[in-house]
């Protein structure tokens, strides 16, 4: 579990329960959960590499990520 919700503890710790809960109870969460993980992984990837050509690529990657991120954050914050 923790593959796919590393990034997101780090940065929400406080919601450190709510994610692990989330992620096995919320079939969305859960897919917001893996398409965000696999967007920082491929940022990541791409940074580490650092070709120029990658770069509007990665702004791209990085505003869908925190668009994902801010929908993970609206559904941690209003779930029981």
């Known amino acids: 579990m923790c593959k796919k919700s590393c990034n997101l503890i780090k940065e929400l710790p406080e919601f450190r329960h709510k994610i692990a809960e989330l992620a096995l109870t919320d079939n969305e969460f859960a897919k917001l959960l893996a398409d965000y993980s696999v967007l920082e ?3 990541t990837a791409m940074e580490q590499n650092a070709v120029a ?3 509007l690529h990665i702004k ?3 505003t869908r990520c925190i668009t994902i991120k801010d929908r ?3 559904r ?3 779930a029981p």
Do not use: G, N, S
């Open 41 to 43: 992984q491929q940022i």
């Open 53 to 55: 050509d990658f770069e």
């Open 60 to 62: 791209d990657l990085k």
């Open 72 to 74: 993970l954050y609206i």
């Open 76 to 78: 941690l914050k209003h």
